[in-house]
């Protein structure tokens, strides 16, 4: 979903992007300790990144500078003093003379707040979800800014004389490509986990990140770091990551993307530095042009292929929510419209009981029945009416909803349904309540329709950072075979579990007759 335009704030305030367009926290930290806290990465990084190097491939990429534009997203221009100090105490802890430190300060808070600037210009949004805003980044973002700040990084240069680059061409087109480069690599991990934006995990998922991050390391350290890969002969071989970039942005989204393209980006320029891996050409310039390339088609493939997901996801959400509008409209309609239209004449029919000399004798049995009928009609439209848009769903909390659903599902079909809470099942927001009520609404009509079941229990139990739902019933339990993977009922569950960053799963009872339908979602904590 788009956001809104950006409202203009005044300068300095906190969070001057919209707030529609980055979730909320309940443990964002205060103001001060954000700027603090991106003011120490900032000095941390810049110590590792400004050691001096023989080596030029070294300076290809300028991490500080993209955890600068991430810091000034959510901080606004209140963090440019904080960026201030933070490069002079970087370039003062790694022996740089006095007089260079304001002007080269000078040069990074310009470039940051021209980058800022221009993304509020085109409406950037942090959650970086989508293609456009993929784009944004990348050119308002990063490249633009750098080109800029050219003539000042020049000036810069000309007064200080304490740049490793000999010419005037090759230090700015060093100083372009490693500014862009910091930017594409550290603002994406940035934004991926930020307060408010890191989704919480169930623990094979966390298994899951673990495992590509460790593989994305291990594949790019083989070629880039063995001693027998040494050459331009071995280039192709450079790509080896990439299968984990595309697993990582198919299955982690930006949060495990973001590490991996990171991991990649560093061991590529630091095994460069040290005459090791395929990008060993014979003139240093040719180097930083190889590397910077592998860089941004690592990062740039990578990141579109992970919000062009993030879009169809959305689209996908928004489909869901459309039918769950239509189904609220409908639920409504049969309360409100036609179940008020049976009870007139229903309320008619009972005046014209009450009114023998306008019947006929033998009449009298025939209005009693219609009385009936129009009444269980009534009862009927009701409960298909709390079907379709039961009481409390986005209101009410879960619990209250899943008893009402074991209510429902006695009144309708007959059977014996409880529902049993093990722990207090904390308030959801709407779309998970949603999310979660139509699972095991879905599953009950399962057991009750192809498990024949007579007895169906729903169980909520909390603990261990998770919400986990079950509902087993003795009816006849799943066929031989898997279930039908082309049946809707099994997918728009196991998506709508998939939506919520959980499991889902179905299968037989092992002990007695009957099948166990399992949903489990992680529980944000603090």
Aim: proline share 6%.
């Amino acid at each position: 979903m788009h956001s809104p335009a950006p409202s203009l704030r005044s300068v300095g305030e906190i969070g001057s992007f919209p707030e529609s367009t980055y979730p909320r926290s309940d443990f964002a930290p205060s103001p001060l300790r954000r700027n603090l806290v991106y003011s120490a990465l900032y000095i941390l990084v810049g110590l590792v990144e400004i050691v001096p190097r023989q080596h030029v491939v070294s300076h290809t990429i300028w991490l500080p500078g993209g955890i600068a534009l991430g810091a000034m997203i959510f901080c606004g221009f209140r963090f440019l003093p904080f960026l201030f100090c933070a490069h002079l105490a970087t370039r003062l802890l790694t022996g740089y003379p006095w007089f260079t430190l304001v002007p080269s300060a000078l040069v990074a808070v310009a470039q940051s707040a021209v980058a800022y600037l221009l993304l509020r210009w085109v409406r950037f949004s942090p959650a970086l979800r989508t293609v456009r805003d993929t784009l944004w980044l990348l050119s308002f973002g990063a490249a633009l800014p750098c080109l800029l700040c050219l003539p000042l990084a020049y000036a810069n240069h000309f007064l200080t004389d304490h740049a490793p680059m000999e010419s005037f061409l090759q230090f700015g087109l060093i100083y372009v490509l490693r500014g862009a480069a910091g930017v594409v690599g550290s603002v994406p991990l940035i934004l991926a986990f930020a307060p408010g934006r890191r989704a919480a995990w169930l623990p094979a998922r966390k298994l899951e990140f673990l495992a590509i991050t460790g593989l994305t390391g291990i594949a790019a350290g083989a070629i880039f770091f063995h001693p027998q890969l040494r050459g331009q002969q071995y280039y192709p071989l450079s790509f080896l990551p990439f299968p984990f970039l595309v697993w990582a942005a198919l299955r982690l989204g930006l949060q495990g993307l973001s590490v991996c393209t990171l991991i990649v980006a560093i061991l590529a320029v630091q095994a460069t530095a040290v005459g090791r891996g395929p990008f060993i050409p014979g003139h240093d310039l040719t180097a930083v042009l190889i590397v910077w390339a592998y860089i941004w088609i690592s990062v740039v493939t990578s990141l579109l292929l992970c919000v062009s997901r993030e879009e169809r996801r959305e689209l996908e959400e928004m489909l869901i929510d459309a039918g769950e509008l239509e189904r609220i409209r409908l639920g409504t309609e049969l309360h409100d419209d036609i179940c008020q239209h049976l009870a007139g004449i229903g309320f008619m029919s009972g005046l014209l009981r009450e009114r023998p000399d306008l019947l006929h004798p033998a009449g009298r049995a025939h209005i009693d029945q219609i009385c009936r009928e129009i009444q269980t009609c009534i009862q009927s439209m009701r409960n298909l009416a709390r079907g379709l848009s039961p009481l409390g769903i986005g209101t009410q909390s879960l619990t209250v909803a899943l008893t009402d659903l074991a209510a429902l599902s006695e009144s309708v079909y007959g059977i014996e349904c409880r529902f049993i809470a093990f722990g207090s099942v904390p308030e959801l927001d709407r779309e998970t309540t949603t999310h979660l009520f139509r699972i095991m609404q879905e599953a009950v009509s399962n057991s009750v329709k192809h498990g024949h079941a007579q007895h169906v229990t729903i169980i909520a139990t909390v603990g261990n950072g998770r919400l986990d739902l079950t509902i087993s019933d003795d009816g006849t339990g799943l066929p031989v075979q898997a279930p039908d993977s082309n049946g809707l009922g099994f997918k728009t569950m196991a998506y709508r579990a998939d939506l919520m960053n959980g499991s889902f799963s179905v299968q037989s009872r092992k002990d007695t007759s009957g099948a166990v339908v399992a949903c489990s979602i992680p529980l944000l904590t603090a």
